[in-house]
């Protein structure tokens, strides 16, 4: 593998190796650009990935405090957590549970379509549907999603067979083991699924797809890649052009280090990516970098999320089984007749122990708590994801309580829910409680808000410099050379589990850095 | 959290200890066709420990079956959250301290008052800095470890055995199968 001079004008850096960033650093290399890549995290591999789920979790996830504040759940129940991602080569895709659903056109027209809802910083998004979906099935392929491009449909779990069968006694009708990014059958040098339920702590077969097995290799093998593991960057530099000029990291040993740069890619997750533009902050971008519209950090989302548990007189075993293979999208509509706007996916879940009570049950402790865990062989399981509406004041900022082991502020979390969220939460979670009292369910379960998976929002597109950071294709309005290429992004929440989208927007976003370069405008 | 790699966790055979070093000890008698009979010579298990006294032990004890109420659960497997926050607490004085007194808050009689008396006690210090500590240890520790998982049913990792494709995750037979254009082939015969 190549190593780049720090001093190397002509390197592209990616900050992050995970949806966004792994398939920026293979399409950027692919055209024959050299990439430094970082990552905080560390590499594992399959044959490292732990399958004690505690152990996994502590390998695997992102562990540095945030503070909060808010009266969004999680700033109560889950203080040490209130988000759960990845700290590792490959990010999140290495403990996603790869459902791969697209947005729906009238979701990246929210505020077309919603109108104008107080309380929420709704916008339109600055990208035609049929670019979008045109950028999806690229995704899709790519990722090797089932039932879509010929690629079969992932088998019905146990634990999917009782979704069906009451979510048809209900009516719905589009209810499906999901659009998912794994092999249901071998393809892309990957093995098929063998239905270990063991996704979120890494999977062992590489049947998931993860950008740590897939997009990240393929760029090391073009020989144009220099990956950094365990190194963390605090801060992008910028010219007196105003043009970026690098990073400041601290490297696997905690030495600081700058490294020059000709473009810098930002793909930290969209906690981390808010809090590395703030970071940034300087004599020329005093409010953070490309921050003139004073939008980096705000209307963070995170999704309407909530698991609904049914108990039933006979076994499930529903931790045996890919996590997610299952969803209904009957409610994924606008019809504001059920009392909000957006709307919402039931998606197959399971957690397993210790998992289950640290985050799947509202009851803290005694009888009630402890008598859903004694049924853990008869129980069902469903996670609510639905759009939630974007604030303002929902927002990323450095923390003033709490600093990372550098002395740097961590992210701070601000969260109030829009009523809009949980009036759509208390329809969901009405609906999986009749969907699994259609199946026989002898008593539901539904869980309090847990930790956000999906984080989305902080560094949202805009045509309008004022209203958005970044144009259409991720650039930022304030630093030609500056691109973000995670969730960040995403002007509003949708639906959708937004791997997919973080995965169409990149190949997106490189195809345009590739055509501006040869351009020379870039 | 890495209890799941030992199963017995820190239970010795009582048989086989020698008392040497420790303020208090938990001891108890594993049920016939437990999990454990497997893993231990003898039926009888102990927990050697640090900083509690063997009193003060059985108080925790009592607290975290109040906490995490599974009634056909044994007491091994409560010992194991037990030991471990005899563990934490062991390299700190002021967690020392702390752990004293926060059992001290119990009151006397605990371990013999009936569970909603223990219940009325815990719920005024539900809020407290203690009570949290024990409960998140709770879950950390009792619902880790292969103990609670063959007495819950979870089957945990899979890899090794080549996963629940040929080993029942389709098995249901008590609702209909779904039709195969909502889900898909099995990848192999």
């Not at chain 1, 399959?46 to 399958?51: G, P, R």
């Not at chain 1, 923390?399 to 829009?418: E, F, K, M, N, W």
């Not at chain 2, 030992?6 to 049920?31: D, H, K, M, N, W």
């Not at chain 2, 420990?49 to 995490?68: F, H, N, Y």
Request: aromatic share 8%.
């Amino acid at each position: 593998m190549p190593q780049f001079e720090h001093n190397d004008t002509d390197v592209v850096v990616i900050v992050g190796s995970g949806a966004g960033g792994g398939t920026m650093a293979n399409e950027l290399t692919r055209r024959g650009l050299k990439v430094v890549l970082f990552e905080a995290g560390k590499r594992q591999s399959l044959a490292s990935f732990s399958q004690n789920p505690g152990e996994a979790f502590a390998q695997l996830t992102w562990l540095e405090p945030r503070s909060q504040s808010g009266s969004w759940d999680p700033v109560k129940t889950s203080p040490t957590l209130p988000a759960w991602h990845c700290r590792t080569v490959g990010g999140t895709t290495v403990h996603w549970t790869a459902a791969t659903p697209r947005l729906q056109s009238y979701e990246i027209r929210a505020r077309s379509t919603y109108g104008d809802i107080p309380g929420a910083s709704l916008a339109d998004w600055p990208i035609d549907y049929a670019e979008l979906k045109r950028w999806y099935q690229v995704a899709e392929k790519r990722l090797g999603v089932t039932r879509r491009n010929g690629n079969p449909g992932m088998p019905a779990s146990n634990n999917f067979k009782v979704m069906y069968a009451g979510a048809r006694r209900l009516g719905y009708k589009r209810v499906h083991t999901n659009y998912l990014a794994i092999n249901s059958r071998a393809r892309d040098g990957r093995g098929f699924c063998i239905q270990q339920g063991f996704c979120v702590q890494g999977c062992k077969t590489g049947a998931k797809w993860s950008t740590l097995y897939t997009e990240i290799p393929r760029a090391e093998a073009s020989g144009k890649l220099d990956l950094r593991s365990g190194c963390f960057v605090t801060r992008i530099e910028h010219d007196d052009a105003g043009r970026a000029s690098g990073v400041v990291y601290r490297d696997s040993a905690g030495a600081e280090q700058r490294q020059r740069a000709r473009i810098v890619c930002v793909a930290g997750n969209a906690i981390e990516t808010a809090r590395l533009l703030l970071l940034s902050e300087s004599g020329r971008f005093k409010r953070g970098l490309a921050n003139g519209s004073d939008q980096v950090g705000r209307n963070y989302c995170h999704h309407v999320l909530g698991f609904v548990f049914g108990i039933f007189e006979q076994p499930v075993s529903f931790w045996r089984g890919a996590v997610l293979a299952g969803v209904v999208e009957d409610e994924n509509v606008h019809e504001p007749r059920r009392g909000f706007a957006g709307g919402y996916h039931l998606e197959l879940a399971m957690l397993d122990l210790p998992t289950l009570p640290l985050i799947g049950l509202p009851y803290g402790w005694g009888r009630d708590f402890a008598s859903v865990i004694d049924n853990y062989r008869n129980m069902a399981g469903m996670l609510i994801n639905g759009e939630d509406l974007p604030r303002a004041d929902n927002r990323i900022t450095l923390s003033r309580t709490l600093q990372d082991g550098y002395g740097l502020p961590v992210a701070h979390i601000h969260c109030d829910p829009h009523p809009n969220d949980l009036a759509m939460r208390a329809h969901a979670a009405a609906q999986g409680k009749k969907i699994y009292e259609a199946a026989g369910a002898k008593r539901t379960v539904l869980s309090t808000i847990p930790p956000a998976t999906h984080q989305m929002g902080t560094a949202r597109m805009s045509h309008d410099p004022g209203r958005g950071v970044t144009n259409a294709f991720g650039r930022t309005h304030e630093v030609p050379n500056l691109f973000i290429s995670d969730g960040s992004v995403q002007t509003t929440a949708g639906a959708a589990n937004p791997t997919l989208t973080i995965v169409a927007l990149a190949l997106r976003q490189a195809e345009h850095i590739g055509r501006e370069i040869a351009a020379q405008r870039l | 959290m890495n209890k799941g790699a030992t199963p017995s966790g820190s239970l010795q055979s009582a048989e086989r200890r020698v008392f040497v070093r420790g303020v208090g000890i938990l001891t108890g008698v594993i049920a016939l066709g437990s999990p454990l009979a497997a893993l231990l010579p003898g039926r009888a298990w102990a927990v050697e420990l640090r900083v509690l006294s063997s009193a003060e032990a059985a108080a925790l004890l009592a607290m975290i079956r109040t906490i995490a109420p599974h009634d056909s659960l044994e007491d091994a497997a409560y010992a194991l959250v037990v030991n471990a926050v005899d563990a934490d607490a062991a390299g700190s004085p002021p967690a020392r301290a702390d752990l004293n007194a926060g059992i001290a808050s119990l009151g006397d009689g605990f371990v013999v008052m009936p569970e909603e008396a223990r219940i009325e006690r815990l719920r005024h210090i539900e809020s407290g800095a203690f009570f949290q500590s024990v409960r998140l240890k709770t879950l950390l520790v009792l619902y880790n470890n292969p103990i609670a998982w063959a007495h819950f049913g979870f089957q945990g990792e899979s890899f090794s055995k080549g996963g629940y494709l040929l080993r029942g995750f389709n098995d249901l037979k008590w609702l209909p199968e779904v039709p195969l254009a909502d889900s898909g082939p099995m990848p192999i015969a």
